[in-house]
């Protein structure tokens, strides 16, 4: 049986791909400026360079960058176009042949991306109270908490060649002649032996006078009071350190403290504001999430 094409003009299927196609061609018609950037199309214009020309400057404000594109000759305006096409083409051939698929470079790139844009949300965010502050304060006052400090000079008598006992008898007989003698903070160094680290620590925390001398003669020192200005023995010890035994001079003991809040409250709002931001964007990412079904195969161990 012969078909005419009047008859295939007249199947349903055939006008509904007709009327499918039309409006697909107007639709790009219409939005042809939406197109501009597709298939094997490179759009070029000042917006685009402009851009372009501050990535490749990585300071230049957009204004900046607006007023070097101005200026330029012909030449160089050529060749920044020339480098932006080429870089454009390598990275549409690259996306055209999938290289950007299971790339853990590329796919950390988009997670930091992502995770920028929603950081947007802190513009959503209230600003703290006074009594926020306080009460962010009151729970986390130990972070805040300020290691014990202290201001000494010391006298060195190492124990490594003459054995503990000994060399402690001769600090001791030393202890007994500086004191008698008088002899002041800045005049330590001229008796005793050279020490593995500093002679004088002034304001050192309790944390570094540890690493250097050991925990147990940082807890001896810091049992002692510091002398009186006008104290005729000054002089204490020996302490025993991880190296030998040690006369101390001791100017200057603070134990560990917390400061109060309005001695750190700049301290503390970027501490609080940095919490309520990063409460805000795992929020963010939580609601991303909840677009997903996870569905996990692992196996048992």
């Known amino acids: ?12 299927l055939v006008q509904f791909m007709a009327i499918g196609l039309l409006l697909f061609g107007g639709e790009r018609l219409l939005n042809s400026d939406d197109y501009a950037d597709s298939q094997n199309n490179i759009l070029v214009d000042d917006k685009v360079l402009t851009q372009f020309l501050q990535q490749q400057a990585k300071k230049f404000k957009p204004e900046q ?10 030449d160089r305006r050529q060749r920044l176009v020339d480098d932006y096409v080429r870089g454009e083409v390598l990275y549409r051939e690259a996306l055209a042949l999938d290289l950007d698929r299971n790339d853990p470079i590329i796919r950390r790139r988009l997670m930091q991306k992502m995770d920028y844009l929603a950081q947007g949300f802190y513009d959503e965010i209230e600003p703290l109270t006074e009594d926020d502050l306080t009460a962010f304060y009151e729970a986390n006052r130990e972070d805040y908490r300020k290691p014990a400090s202290a201001t000494f000079t010391h006298v060195f008598v190492s124990s490594e060649k003459r ?5 402690k008898v001769q600090a001791e007989s030393l202890l007994t ?4 003698t008088g002899v002041p903070f800045e005049k330590a160094g001229r008796h005793g032996e050279r020490f593995l680290y500093n002679r004088n620590y002034v304001n050192r925390d309790s944390q570094e006078i540890a690493s250097h001398f050991g925990r147990s003669f940082e807890q001896q020192l810091f049992a002692l009071n510091p002398v009186l200005p006008d104290a005729e023995s000054q002089w204490q010890g020996p302490l025993l350190s991880s190296y030998g035994w040690h006369l101390v001079l001791l100017t200057k003991n603070i134990e560990s403290f917390i400061p109060q809040l309005i001695e750190i409250s700049g301290v503390v709002l ?3 504001q940095r919490q309520q931001q990063g409460e805000l964007k795992r929020l963010a990412v939580d609601a991303l999430r909840a677009k997903y079904q996870i569905t996990k195969r692992v196996q048992a161990n």
Not at 163 to 167: A, F, L
Not at 177 to 180: E, F, G, K, V
């Open 270 to 272: 970027a501490d609080a």
């Open 163 to 167: 054995g503990s006992e000994e060399s």
């Open 65 to 74: 960058a607006k007023k070097a594109l101005a200026a330029m000759s012909d």
């Open 1 to 12: 049986m012969k078909f005419s094409y009047r008859q295939l003009l007249k199947e349903p």
């Open 177 to 180: 002649m500086i004191n008698q």
